[in-house]
């Protein structure tokens, strides 16, 4: 019997892909066991049990490039963590019993995949970003397969193997319901949607020229919908009573939709012409499956700045723009949205451009990569 054990985690990004993969994998072998390891302070450990699969426990966290006094104390309970990770990671395996270990990323995917390689189980991973995490960069030189959401990561990665580049899978629901279906559900008309999101926590630097965005809007009577997410981060500095205190009556406007947190994500992304969002690959991926233009805002605080190079894939592609945050103002969104609303072709060039870069058989080409050694096991 197939017993695949998956690793990733710390965030959804990690987390989402992994259980793609086994719904891809259970699609193909209905029978196969699954079972996840990740950290169970993380993500992954509310997500994996609800998806319905065991959860193996196992503690890691990354060390610290900045040194100061606090960051020395995390790099010194994190190198504690790491000296007991093999005999954990053995625990996991020797009790699970896997044929195929799968990592996508995460500090926790290093020692589950790391061990099994060691004991001759068959290994995978999958890179979701254009510039590779440090875990999967050290992962890939010896792992059975390795996978890629981008041609462009394997600059970054060894030239003395073979990669094959698969896309990202997609959560349900985007690319199943049309722009006109998307704006009756959401009470929409058909002038230009933009849909700005700065992700579940919220982004201040998207929060604070979005809301001039809307003001702006707002003032000088331009009909355009508008969908924003604000996130924790704008729940914390009242983005709604922002608006309120600038005039903006968000009752009366219903052009405007502006909520916390978007839970039909495929819907509005769907009603959108343009979007405003960071560059976490999910995303991304999302955006080319919908085939939707972008103005992105690459998080700085991300490891290795992956979403600056993630975004850059799209502007080069020309599906996108990309503004990096600290050169980001009101002004700039503005000029840089009114100029995509008096050249719409502009705007449909971006769009037609991102849909080019989907890769719409991503499951395929993943099962593809495991087949041969799922065949052999």
Known sequence: MLRVLLAGGGTAGHVNPALAIAEIIKSHHPDAELAFAGNPEKIEAKLIPKAGYKFYPIRVEGFQRKLNKKNIKRNAHAFKLLMSTTSRSKQIINDFKPNLVIGTGGYVAGPIVRTAAKLNIKTAIHEQNAYPGVTNKLLSKYADVVMLTVEEAK??????REYIVT?????????????QEARAELGLDDEVCI???????GAGAINSTVLD??????????????IHSYG???RETGFEECLAERGVNLKENKRLIVKEYIDNMPTCMAAADLVISRCGANALTELEAMGRGSILVPSPIVAGNHQYFNGMVLQKAGAAIVIEQKDLTSEWLIDTVKDLLDDRDKLKRLSENAAKLYISDTNDRIYGALEPIINKL
């Open 155 to 160: 600059q970054y990665l060894s030239e003395n």
């Open 167 to 179: 896309g990202l899978p997609v959560r349900s629901g985007f690319s199943k319901i049309t722009k």
């Open 195 to 201: 849909l700005s999101t700065g992700g579940s926590l």
């Open 213 to 226: 965005l809307i003001e702006w809007y707002d003032k000088q009577g331009i009909k355009v919908n508008h």
């Open 232 to 234: 924790g981060n704008g």
